[in-house]
Nanobody, 123 residues
Framework: QVHLVESGGGSVQAGGSLRLSCAASGYTYTSSCMGWFRQAPGKEREEVAA????????YYADSVKGRFTIFQGNAKNTVYLQMNSLKPEDTAMYYC????????????????WGQGTQVTVSS
């Protein structure tokens, strides 16, 4: 069973930075899709960023381009989301997700999901 654990969320002022971490266990694929989604109260879940771990391909939502960076860590099955220049509208529960190959970066059909970490950005 694949288990994803997010960490790094918290409260920050607008313009600040946070780094979210996702650690996966029971996930042995060397090439796969991993991504970050977010959901604010009353809104649908939104894909923020995703990465194909076996290559250079990445995806970013237009709202976070130039501010967020997704990258794979040196530790096994670890992915990060570096969030800079945070805005109040970034406030949401952020979820890590993973999908086995073949997979698409632009989808909400990821097979495995973490429990989420809260990000709150104050103005």
């Amino acid at each position: 069973q694949v288990h994803l654990v997010e960490s790094g969320g918290g409260s920050v002022q607008a313009g600040g930075s946070l780094r979210l971490s996702c650690a996966a266990s029971g996930y042995t694929y060397t090439s796969s899709c991993m991504g970050w989604f977010r959901q604010a109260p009353g809104k649908e879940r939104e894909e923020v960023a995703a990465i194909y771990t076996g290559g250079r391909s990445t995806y970013y939502a237009d709202s976070v381009k130039g501010r967020f960076t997704i990258f794979q860590g040196n530790a096994k099955n670890t992915v990060y989301l570096q969030m800079n220049s945070l805005k109040p509208e970034d406030t949401a529960m952020y979820y890590c997700a993973a999908d086995a190959p073949p997979c698409s970066l632009k989808t909400d059909r990821f097979d495995y999901w973490g429990q989420g970490t809260q990000v709150t950005v104050s103005s």
